[in-house]
Nanobody, 114 residues
Framework: QVQLVESGGGLVQPGGSLRLSCAASGFIFSDYRMGWYRQVPGKERELVASITSRISTIYADSVKGRFTISRDNAKNTVYLQMNSLKPEDTAVYYC????????WGQGTQVTVSS
């Protein structure tokens, strides 16, 4: 059974940091492109960052220089380090795995507010 379990969300002040984790199971993690998406009410889910099996990364323009995606294939886990957080980063963040199939996690809330 495929599972993507996100953790690490929460409430943080502007300028603060959070690290999201996504623990994967039920598929060959190292083969899959892994990504983080986010969604706010009334808007479409958008790509934040992704990392391929060959460790090639892409980032949304809005997070470049502030967020870093990484993966640990030995732990079947993908991370999103978020620094210099802004109120507009507030969203539900979803972990995504994509190859021949696409899988989603349940999401974790990130709130940036003073």
């Amino acid at each position: 059974q495929v599972q993507l379990v996100e953790s690490g969300g929460g409430l943080v002040q502007p300028g603060g940091s959070l690290r999201l984790s996504c623990a994967a199971s039920g598929f060959i993690f190292s083969d899959y492109r892994m990504g983080w998406y986010r969604q706010v009410p009334g808007k479409e889910r958008e790509l934040v960052a992704s990392i391929t099996s060959r460790i090639s990364t892409i980032y949304a323009d809005s997070v470049k220089g502030r967020f870093t995606i990484s993966r640990d294939n030995a732990k079947n886990t993908v991370y999103l380090q978020m620094n210099s957080l802004k109120p507009e980063d507030t969203a539900v963040y979803y972990c995504n795995a994509r190859l021949d199939y696409t899988y989603w996690g349940q999401g974790t809330q990130v709130t940036v507010s003073s």
